[in-house]
């Protein structure tokens, strides 16, 4: 796959009057392919927000190197430009006394689009986020949601090749960011050449959309993998939440032995039913037929059995916990 | 500049112009304020040179004051100030990741503005010939309209060379605007003949366009005006060399400015 953004060893100090110098990123290095969704997890002032203004040309990096579809940010920023677009979340850009129609308009005018071209783009993604029927409708009338749908449209109208996405669905509604993030899904396929940079607080928005995340902290990555590896890495043993009809004490003695070492069966009861539910934490997935059987042996009926899955959220904070105290014992940079 | 280059820059100038004509034209509030307020002052200095017993002249170049004095409220408030509050508002982050260059959001800025603020001030304009019964000669009108486009095209510039340095230093430079605001209408003798000033003070104010822009109106418009500061076509001369220089400096200084901004975060960092 090609490269569409490489950042290498990047670092920003931000020098502010009286204070001690604020190291917001030091060194960061990952690489976007095209095609991609990739996202930036991190708790505020992680450093996501300055990695993606430097991406976005605003922000010069005090070290390091970032180019964008092979596009160096900091010398070639004129070429960089026409080929990205920002969308942050509780955006109140643009102008409230501009209608929906002539914002967009207004907006596809800084990249130097046709009229007639932006306006069937216009109407195409307006009919996309259902939000057609609202063009003549003044910006400053319009819902959290409807606003941020107009900022998405806004960014996919000039056809850029990388969107950067910080905080898209913050403080919007379920309805309004399901529709968002089934755009941005779907954009992405569109063209090849395209990508997408996603930062949020939501884990399982980056769970749904991105191929891979980079968790940064204390402007430090981490890691940097798919999510299904971060929260596989996170716990490798299979989880199951299984109800019986019954089963006590001395039964599940016997149940753990025939089970063996490192299997681990805690014995609960339904907050609701109040029926024997055991928490089984098994070394490998193929155990759960051993233990269904042994379940059997003891003349325990099974009423509802689930695996319990680790969500990105319990590997971001387990992460991001143990970088912590790695800092400390360290006190070195880790990247 | 390439073909390419110069539409991005029509079309951006375009874009933004037009939020200045016909958005604003929907705030009617606003626009009937800003036509009463100029014509409430102007009627106090009429009526003032009146009870002071000046010739009839001095009600013509107080109309004129009125007419030129929302152009130089729209320079400061509308262009010199506005970097800044796109800031605020979120706009700057997207102009700048745009292509488009700062400058031509400014000449949009500037040309939307000088539009939207033409009607005010033809408004004040024609109030002031009506109600006061104020007489002007027209027979140096097109002069005069030249005389009226250069000063605008230099007013402008120097609001751009503003735009940059309010851009960088923030909330300091919009609360300077604050402050320069009524110094700056008495010293382009907006509402009394700049010669009064006394040479010093003239020489200072002559680096505000609107201070030999509106002598020189003045000398053309207004038959028996004599106090005026310096020959008209001297002061066209030197509105264009300043247009020139102001122009010239904006155009380094927005390149300038918008490096420092990206390197001091001064463009992402709202609120300083």
């Not at chain 2, 605007?177 to 003239?202: H, I, K």
């Amino acid at each position: 796959m090609h490269t569409s953004i490489q950042v290498e060893n990047l670092t920003r100090v931000f020098n502010r009057r009286g204070t001690a110098p604020f190291h917001a990123l030091r060194g960061v290095s990952f690489d976007v392919s095209h095609g991609e969704i990739f996202g930036l997890l991190g708790p505020n002032g992680a450093g996501k927000t300055t990695t993606i203004k430097i991406m976005a040309t605003l922000l010069l990096p005090t070290s390091g190197r970032v180019t964008v579809a092979g596009f160096d940010v900091e010398r070639e920023y004129a070429r960089v430009r026409p080929l990205i677009s920002l969308i942050s979340g509780g955006e109140t850009s643009g102008y409230g006394i501009l209608t929906v129609e002539e914002q967009l308009w207004m907006f596809s005018q800084f990249y130097g689009m046709e009229t007639p071209v932006a306006r069937a783009r216009i109407e195409e993604y307006l009919r996309v986020v259902g939000m057609w029927d609202s063009r003549r409708q003044q910006m400053n009338r319009l819902s959290t949601g409807m606003r941020q749908k107009v900022n998405l449209v806004r960014g996919l109208v000039t056809d850029p090749n990388v969107l950067f996405l910080d905080e898209p669905t913050l403080g919007v509604d379920v309805e309004a960011s399901v529709v968002i993030r089934r755009i941005v899904r779907d954009w992405v396929q569109e063209k090849p050449e395209r990508s997408v940079i996603l930062t949020t607080h939501y884990m399982a928005e980056a769970d749904e959309l991105c191929s891979r995340v980079a968790i940064i902290n204390h402007g430090l990555i981490l890691a940097n993998a798919a999510p299904s590896q971060l929260k596989q890495d996170l716990d490798s043993r299979a989880h199951y939440e299984i109800t019986l009809d019954r089963l006590d004490g001395e039964q599940l003695d016997r149940i753990t032995a025939v089970m063996g070492e490192g299997n681990d069966l805690v014995l609960g009861a339904d907050k609701v039913t109040n029926s024997p539910m055991l928490m089984a934490h098994l070394m490998h997935e193929s155990d759960i037929a051993r233990l269904i059987t042994a379940l059997a042996a003891q003349g325990a009926a099974l009423e509802y059995m689930r695996k319990l899955e680790p969500t990105l959220e319990d590997a971001f904070l387990k992460m991001v916990g143990r970088r912590f105290e790695d800092e400390e014992e360290t006190a070195s940079p880790v990247s | 500049m390439k073909k390419k280059q110069l539409l991005l820059f029509l079309r951006t100038l375009n874009a933004r112009a037009y939020v200045r004509i016909f958005g604003q034209m929907r705030e009617a509030t606003w626009v009937v304020a800003s036509v009463l307020g100029g014509f409430f002052t102007m009627t106090t200095y009429i009526y003032l040179y009146r009870t002071l017993g000046t010739g009839s002249e001095f009600s013509g170049l107080v109309v004129l004051g009125g007419f030129m004095t929302p152009f130089f409220m729209n320079v400061l408030w509308g262009v010199a100030t506005q970097l800044y509050w796109e800031k605020e508002m979120g706009n700057l982050e997207l102009m700048l990741v745009s292509p488009a260059p700062l400058s031509a959001f400014l000449v949009g800025l500037s040309v939307g503005g000088a539009m939207h603020t033409m009607l005010r001030s033809l408004a004040v304009l024609f109030f002031g010939i009506a109600v006061f019964k104020v007489k002007f000669t027209i027979l140096h009108l097109p002069l005069a309209f030249l005389v009226f486009l250069v000063t605008l095209f230099s007013m402008y510039g120097l609001g751009i060379v503003f735009s940059s340095l309010f851009l960088y230093h923030g909330r300091d430079a919009w609360r300077t605007a604050d402050l320069v605001m009524e110094p700056t209408n008495v010293l382009s003798g907006s509402y009394f003949p700049a010669r009064f000033l006394g040479v010093g003070l003239v020489g200072i104010a002559a680096l505000i366009p609107t201070t030999l822009g509106l002598d020189a109106l003045r000398q053309l418009l207004v038959p028996s005006f004599t106090v005026k500061v310096l020959d008209w076509r001297w002061e066209l001369l030197i509105l264009i060399g300043l247009g020139l220089v102001f122009a010239f400096i904006a155009s380094w200084a927005l390149r300038s400015v918008e490096y420092k901004a990206r390197r001091d975060a001064r463009l992402t960092l709202r609120w300083q």
